[in-house]
């Protein structure tokens, strides 16, 4: 089992240009999350899916956009980056909304 | 005040020595408390899962959650060095809050 999977594990990026990162789970889990990681802040949620077909906001929602796409998979949109968003990003599945997370190897995404 | 709040260190101790870590939180209501590992670029890893109360222990790990007073405890016995992270307390119910992080240095 490889468990959480993103890709890429590292990206570059200019003001306004936009990207999509993914993640994928083959623990059947119900519940995907994604979290961004910066110095000093922890880690705060952006959006999650409680289930297939249904997606919330989270704490720091604005500039980004998901969707997922089946059980599996569970991708992040950047529409036009911005040098804010450079960041850490984690994506992390569950069996359902209360509970342990498990967590992928990140993405981490530099804006210039 | 933040929803949980975590010394963020940083800590050095010599090896074989007992560690303890350490979150408060400030919503009485939550009934899930993790502890994760964080490797130096690496993803969060699961450590230690309680649920409600009461003490948790898995080899040299130990949780305890004392709901009281609104405080949750990591220890570390016999801390090798391979312990050398920073560790993340988690807090919630159906999402969660996580700490800023303690690090941890263990000193050979």
């Known amino acids: 089992n490889a468990g959480v999977t993103q890709t890429p594990k590292f990206q570059v990026l200019k003001t306004g240009q936009s990207m999509t990162l993914q993640c994928a789970q083959d623990m059947n889990h119900n519940s995907m999350y994604w979290y961004r990681q910066d110095p000093g802040m922890g880690l705060r949620l952006i959006y999650y899916s409680a289930s297939e077909g249904t997606t919330d906001k989270g704490e720091v929602p604005n500039g980004y956009n998901v969707s997922r796409l089946n059980k599996r998979e569970f991708s992040l949109r950047l529409e036009s980056a911005a040098p804010s968003q450079t960041s850490v990003y984690f994506c992390?599945?569950?069996?359902?909304?209360?509970?342990?997370?498990?967590f992928g190897p990140g993405t981490r995404l530099l804006v210039l | 005040q933040k929803e949980v709040e975590q010394d963020p260190g940083p800590l050095s101790v010599p090896e074989g020595a007992i560690v303890s870590l350490n979150c408060t939180y400030s919503?009485?209501?939550?009934?899930?408390f993790m502890w994760y590992r964080q490797y130096s670029r690496k993803g969060p890893e699961l450590l230690m899962y309680t649920y409600s109360s009461g003490n948790k222990e898995d080899g040299r790990f130990t949780a305890q959650v004392d709901k009281s007073s609104k405080y949750i405890s990591l220890f570390i016995r016999d801390s090798q060095p391979s312990d050398s992270a920073t560790y993340l307390c988690a807090i919630g119910n159906e999402k969660l809050t996580f700490g800023t992080g303690t690090r941890l240095t263990i000193i050979p």
């Open positions: 992390a599945s569950s069996d359902g909304l209360a509970g342990p997370q498990y």
């Open positions: 919503n009485s209501a939550f009934q899930y």
